[in-house]
């Protein structure tokens, strides 16, 4: 039976890259207005960027009403705008179609930066995870962040006065390192209101429209909700950015739905003056190259570039400073930037039929209220899709693969996958599925020994795949699903990832009555020595959990363990936690029943990032420790940090 979410992804899909979105215009943009408008969304983020990015990443609150630190004729850089350079390539080079997997390839080739959540979904992806799963794996810290919805406005200028359209588009983008997450609904409540503002001008409006495409108890609708409470109740902008710090707690610091939050801040308080709305925003303290360059697009796209004073655009000049792309040309100014973003508007318009057209005469929005500019069905499918679910299109079928959670299989754990065929041709199509690249001592079921046949147009063929590993050694396994359909042959990646686990016959855990002890502690993360054996392994990308020594003094720092009792142990794994600050020089002793130490490893110049596996000879103790002597990050040369350490008795007891 095919699973309700597939068939709302299918349809979905379908919604934005093959079906119209009208049989004819009924709205009319004037072709010089349009590019206009264009052109101030584009003004405006280079102004709000450039006003905010001093003070990015800083939680007070500011109080600023003009540029500082200012180069006369030189914006401010801002991957804001620069992931929007490479989406336009991308656009121009698939004409006009791009989907997830699609713009997953460009950020591997064009995409050089590894910040947070953009570091997440590349390194994920090089392991052969696709979107949206790339965006959700392993990335609990940065999903909810702000890498998408500030990357809009090139969504919403190629379809204005179609935020169903718009808000699907940027899913697609938002999804590649957000999965299902905040992240991508702030993406989602952006574009709508982006795309909409080309056709409507009133705020409150354009925020409902927002709000409509969004579920309304997810974090950035209760961010945008406090604020606008706020203003409607007459309090001051101070007040009002408390109200939306707290609707946003459960996210926190530099998370989408409380720096959306301030966009509409300072969107209300600014009261349609265009310098005091993006001041106000930066003043709000966090992302602020993010929320002032957003509202400035915003405001930009309502009220042209007439609406843009001089005092705010002549001192930056219309050209892009880029610093997260390279690789490509890029538009080196706003002029052409604005040109190559209108002539791929009137691609996409041609392509989906879509309700709004240029013309060369005055503009007409008579029948604007036939857009239906609120209608939430698009949004709403885009509201259940699964950031466990990879589609992959193909002109002749369209393939589902459902992980149904995160991409881990345990050893000794049976783990299935769901994989969904559907045609998208009107004849009969033979496919034979295969599997490549499995690894040894893995072993699979239920692979499909006959092929499948998909009759008609829209058939759907379904089937699972069981694995099965009894290896120990964690990891991806890089395989890859062939569908042969005769004359073509379709490679999918796919990978599971072998979870580390802590063994149930860990003698150093804390569940098992172990101590830890240390010299010192971070001051920023006090009590977190307990950490070192509480069985939660730290990932590459999100390594919290873990003990980090003070950085005031030098090394060595020490680890000890303290076992319940004295047991004879003979196997120990040392996981490491930050990648870039694992110890490079160590040795670790057991402590003997007559008070002599033995030492049991003696490491210098190690390499490995993850962790240190040793069997030894067999020892009776009941004390464990670990002296580091250097790390391997040059910028905190006195730091040192353990994620787990596990000790086992020796490798034929368990």
Request: glycine share 6%; aromatic share 8%; with cysteine.
């Amino acid at each position: 039976m095919v699973r309700t979410t597939q068939l709302i992804i299918a349809l979905l899909i379908l919604s934005w890259q093959n079906t119209s979105f009208g049989q004819r215009a009924i709205v009319q943009i004037n072709e010089e207005e349009f590019q206009d408008r264009v052109y101030a969304c584009w003004l405006g983020k280079n102004i709000g960027g450039t006003l905010g990015m001093p003070f990015e990443g800083q939680r007070e609150m500011h109080d600023i009403s003009y540029y500082t630190n200012l180069k006369p004729g030189e914006p401010a850089a801002n991957d804001d705008l620069d992931l929007q350079l490479l989406w336009l390539k991308a656009l121009e080079e698939n004409n006009g179609k791009v989907d997830a997997r699609t713009l997953g390839q460009y950020w591997l080739k064009y995409i050089p930066v590894n910040w947070n959540e953009y570091g997440v979904c590349k390194e994920n992806m090089k392991q052969g995870i696709l979107p949206p799963v790339s965006g959700a794996f392993n990335n609990e810290q940065w999903k909810h962040s702000n890498g998408a919805w500030i990357r809009t406005e090139i969504w919403a200028c190629i379809a204005p006065g179609c935020p169903g359209l718009a808000a699907s588009m940027a899913r697609e983008d938002a999804c590649v390192d957000h999965g299902q997450a905040e992240g991508t609904m702030a993406a989602i409540f952006i574009a709508a209101i982006e795309s909409a503002a080309f056709i409507e001008h009133d705020r409150d409006k354009l925020i409902a429209i927002g709000l409509e495409m969004i579920p309304q108890d997810c974090q950035v609708s209760l961010a945008v909700k406090a604020a606008q409470k706020a203003y409607r109740e007459g309090k001051d902008w101070k007040t009002a950015r408390a109200e939306t710090n707290k609707a946003s707690e459960q996210t926190g610091w530099f998370q989408a739905p409380r720096n959306v939050g301030y966009v509409v801040l300072g969107w209300l308080y600014g009261e349609g003056d265009f310098g005091k709305s993006i001041s106000l925003a930066v003043n709000c303290g966090d992302d602020t190259d993010c929320t002032g360059a957003t509202l400035g697009s915003i405001l930009g796209i309502i009220n042209g570039s007439k609406g843009i004073p001089a005092q705010w655009k002549d001192p930056i000049g219309l050209e892009i400073k880029t610093c997260a792309i390279s690789g490509f040309n890029a538009p080196a100014n706003i002029n052409n930037l604005t040109d190559r973003t209108v002539a791929m508007a009137r691609k996409v318009m041609a392509y989906h039929k879509m309700p709004v057209e240029l013309t060369k005469h005055k503009s007409n929005f008579s029948r604007a209220n036939e857009l239906k500019l609120n209608d939430t069905s698009t949004a709403r499918k885009l509201w259940h899709l699964s950031p466990w679910q990879v589609i992959w299109n193909e002109p002749e079928i369209q393939t589902t693969i459902d992980f149904q959670q995160e991409p881990y299989i345990l050893t000794g754990r049976q783990r299935q996958i769901s994989i969904s065929l559907k045609s998208r041709t009107k004849s009969a199509q033979t496919i034979k599925a295969a599997l490549e690249g499995l690894p040894s001592d893995w072993q699979v079921s239920d692979l499909p020994d006959s092929p499948l046949v998909l009759e008609t147009e829209n058939s759907v063929q379904q089937f699972n795949i069981n694995f099965l590993t009894t290896l120990h050694e964690s990891g991806p396994a890089q395989m890859t699903l062939l569908l042969n359909l005769g004359t073509k042959i379709i490679r999918i990646p796919l990978t599971l990832i072998l979870k580390e686990v802590v063994g149930p016959d860990d003698l150093a855990l804390s569940a098992n009555g172990a101590v830890a002890i240390s010299d010192g502690e971070l001051d920023r993360e006090p009590g977190c020595t307990p950490e070192a054996i509480d069985g939660i392994i730290a990932s590459s990308w999100d390594f919290s959990n873990r003990w980090h020594s003070s950085i005031n003094t030098p090394h060595p720092h020490w680890l000890e363990i303290r076992l319940p009792q004295r047991q004879t142990i003979g196997r120990m794994i040392i996981r490491f936690a930050d990648p870039q600050g694992y110890p490079t020089d160590f040795e670790v002793y057991a402590q003997l029943i007559d008070g002599q130490k033995k030492i049991i490893a003696k490491v210098s110049d190690n390499k490995n990032t993850r962790k240190y596996l040793c069997d030894f000879e067999p020892v009776k103790t009941d004390t464990v420790r670990i002296i580091i002597n250097n790390s391997a990050n040059p910028a905190y040369p006195y730091a040192a940090q353990i994620s787990e350490f596990e000790i086992y008795p020796p490798k034929q007891q368990h």
